[in-house]
């Protein structure tokens, strides 16, 4: 699984501990037909990471069809999904496939899944244990084969006790589970998203590339980033058409970085000498006896997950 993908538009980039943990499990999952269950945070990059699944599986050549469960209307809810014949309802004037037969032969990425309209969950739960759709109207089944990778900036578990989604459903969807971290958990991948972007939105707008600062960097990665990676792209995008600069200072950057309540996470301390080897030895050893999980790790620590990837981030900058 490569850390770029081929086109810059939707490039899934990430070189920090915590997105090599997810490409190494997106190569496992890619070959698979297993559904695939993302989560993580709004603007984290769940559709580029079930892209990256697909571009990377066997079934590249297939379409890659991507709905929005949450924008669904529940009245075209089935309509939408599995298609309609002519005359199904006041305004069918002709027939129409669904999202899930115009995904036959590749992938249907079903985004926001936990907000699926619950009438359309029981239905969803037919289709993937039968493989047969029938369109509104219609009295003929059709056969599809779909890969379905599903994603959601919720908490499923909570979403399935507290009775907004399906126990059933979920199981049957929450195969092969992949968790995004946030932008503010990937240490050294801002600063390497932002150069991206930077070079990319020049391109696009027809200005000078645009460097970062030594200060902007630092703003830059101690910002606690609440919209993720979309909130980035939505700052440097701003930047680039509101400043032709050859720099891209803190004073450029501080205004468009308003006050968040996302947890802000402390950058690595100082130590002595001896105490920064001891504390070394004791996260890689965490790291080895928990066969490389850094998560678990970190739960048997008892910190942060983000606090051991800065520390190696760290480590890795200073050749230490």
């Excluded at 089935?78 to 027939?95: D, I, L, M």
């Excluded at 991206?196 to 630092?218: S, T």
Aim: glycine residues 8%.
């Amino acid at each position: 699984m490569p850390h770029v993908s081929a086109e810059p538009e939707t490039a899934f980039i990430g070189r920090s501990e915590a997105m090599r943990e997810v490409f190494a499990r997106l190569k496992q999952a890619a070959a698979s037909t297993a559904p695939v269950f993302i989560t993580g945070e709004s603007g984290s990059g769940k559709e580029l990471c079930a892209r990256a699944l697909h571009e990377e599986g066997p079934r590249a050549s297939g379409p890659f069809v991507a709905v929005n469960c949450a924008a669904i209307p529940s009245e075209l809810a089935e309509s939408e999904f599995f298609g309609h014949v002519r005359g199904a309802f006041t305004g069918a004037s002709e027939a129409r496939r669904g999202h899930a037969e115009m995904a036959h032969g590749g992938t249907l990425f079903l985004d926001e899944i936990c907000e699926m309209d619950p009438v359309l969950q029981g239905k969803l739960l037919r289709f993937l244990e039968t493989g047969m759709v029938r369109p509104v109207g219609g009295s003929a089944e059709r056969r599809v084969d779909v890969r379905i990778i599903c994603a959601t900036n919720r908490d499923p578990q909570r979403e399935v006790r507290e009775g907004r989604f399906r126990a059933d459903l979920f199981w049957r969807l929450h195969v092969l589970p992949v968790s995004l971290p946030p932008l503010r958990e990937r240490g050294g991948d801002i600063l390497l998203l932002a150069r991206h972007f930077l070079d990319r939105f020049a391109r696009e707008e027809g200005r000078r590339p645009m460097r970062i600062g030594a200060d902007a960097e630092r703003l830059m990665l101690s910002h606690s980033w609440p919209g993720n990676v979309r909130q980035l792209q939505n700052v440097l995008r701003q930047i680039v058409v509101f400043h032709e600069a050859p720099e891209l200072t803190a004073e450029m950057l501080a205004p468009l970085l308003p006050p968040d309540h996302a947890p802000a996470v402390p950058r690595p301390q100082a130590a002595p000498p001896r105490l920064r080897v001891l504390e070394r030895r004791a996260i890689e050893e965490a790291i080895a006896s928990c066969g490389g999980s850094i998560p678990r790790a970190a739960r048997v620590l008892g910190v942060a997950p983000s606090t051991i990837y800065r520390k190696r981030q760290a480590w890795r900058d200073t050749g230490s």
